[in-house]
């Protein structure tokens, strides 16, 4: 096993043997491991969220999202739930882990902020697979194909995902292959649940700046391979993922289990035709051309 970042331009990953892992056990057909984080190693300056690379019990590393950053525990759902449904169409996503996080791993961190940010995380976190010297997505350098982009850009649609601009593309070139980072921001409806049933037929203007609309030549083929991919029980799966300890209370929702009802509810809505996100993607294309 590796015990730190690989040489650059490595492809080989850490294959992780399920010796000693606990599965966290839902009602759910998918099944995410849960690792416990073991070393703080650098944080990523990135965005607003300063998520880390850590290393795991099982030797990996992993980029881990805090839950007492910024947007918490719903960017933890967003970024699991968008996440997940991008695996379960086909689309390539680092492994998504739960990590467990004792906030002693403060004690030897010299960065005030980032020993808060590991001290108001305390429990249950998620993180990716860290993909070893992945660079950012660059349109000039590397030209995504088009069934590929056609898909992600109904997928951003599909989950109100507003991170894929060019600016910030959360898409990582590695192995000479795309792969889709940061989910945090999607699903933007559960910041407000009055109403969110009605909102599920939204389309979503911001699909205009999606940085691989200009690749997504296939939008109808799209459409047609991923709704047969997320069918309903694909949908129950990966919203039955989501730990009753991230879902805050809400007058709405009488527990966790209602909670986690209306995200399905919302997400099997909102791929009933017809389909505004999607004609939204198709006619933002059609105006870019
Ligand atoms: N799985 C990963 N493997 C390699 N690098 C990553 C991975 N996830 C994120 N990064 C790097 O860290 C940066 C910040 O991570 P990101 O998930 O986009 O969070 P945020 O935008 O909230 O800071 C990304 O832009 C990317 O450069
Ligand atoms: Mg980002």
Redesign the pocket.
């Known amino acids: 096993m590796e015990a730190g970042p690989q040489p650059k331009g490595s492809c080989r990953r850490v294959v992780v043997q399920p010796l000693h892992l606990k599965i966290v056990s839902r009602e759910s057909a998918l099944k995410l491991r849960t690792v416990t984080a073991t070393r703080y190693v650098t944080p990523?300056?990135?965005?607003?969220?300063?998520?880390a690379v850590i290393e795991a019990d099982d030797d990996g590393m992993?980029?881990l999202?805090f839950r007492g950053a910024g947007q918490g525990r719903k960017a933890l759902i967003a970024e699991l739930v968008a996440g997940e449904l991008a695996r379960a169409a086909g689309l390539p996503v680092?492994e998504i882990v739960f990590v467990e996080l004792d906030p002693e791993l403060a004690r030897t961190e010299p960065d005030p902020e980032i020993q808060d940010l590991i001290r108001a995380s305390a429990g249950l976190n998620l993180a990716?697979?860290?993909?070893?010297s992945?660079v950012?997505f660059d349109p000039l350098a590397f030209t995504p194909d088009a069934a590929l982009a056609s898909r992600l850009v109904w997928l951003d649609g599909f989950v109100s995902n507003v991170?894929r601009t060019a600016r910030?593309s959360?898409l990582?070139v590695?192995c000479e292959k795309l792969?889709l980072?940061?989910h945090?921001a999607a699903l933007y409806f559960h910041h407000q649940w009055n109403g969110y049933l009605e909102r599920a037929a939204s389309p979503f203007a911001l699909i205009k700046d999606h940085v691989l609309l200009p690749f997504a030549g296939e939008l109808a083929a799209a459409d047609a391979a991923m709704t047969a991919a997320l069918t309903p029980q694909v949908i129950a799966d990966v919203v039955a993922l989501i730990p009753d300890e991230w879902l805050e209370d809400d007058p709405l929702f009488a527990d966790p289990a209602a909670q986690r009802e209306a995200y399905r509810a919302y997400l099997c809505k909102r791929l009933q035709a017809p389909r505004a996100f999607f004609e939204e993607a198709v006619r933002a294309r059609a105006q870019h051309l």
């Not at 990523?44 to 998520?51: F, M, Q």
């Not at 990716?128 to 070893?132: A, E, G, H, R, T």
């Open positions: 990523l300056r990135e965005g607003g969220s300063l998520p992993y980029v999202k680092p990716l697979d860290y993909l070893p992945a950012t991170d910030n959360n990582m590695w792969w980072i940061d945090g």
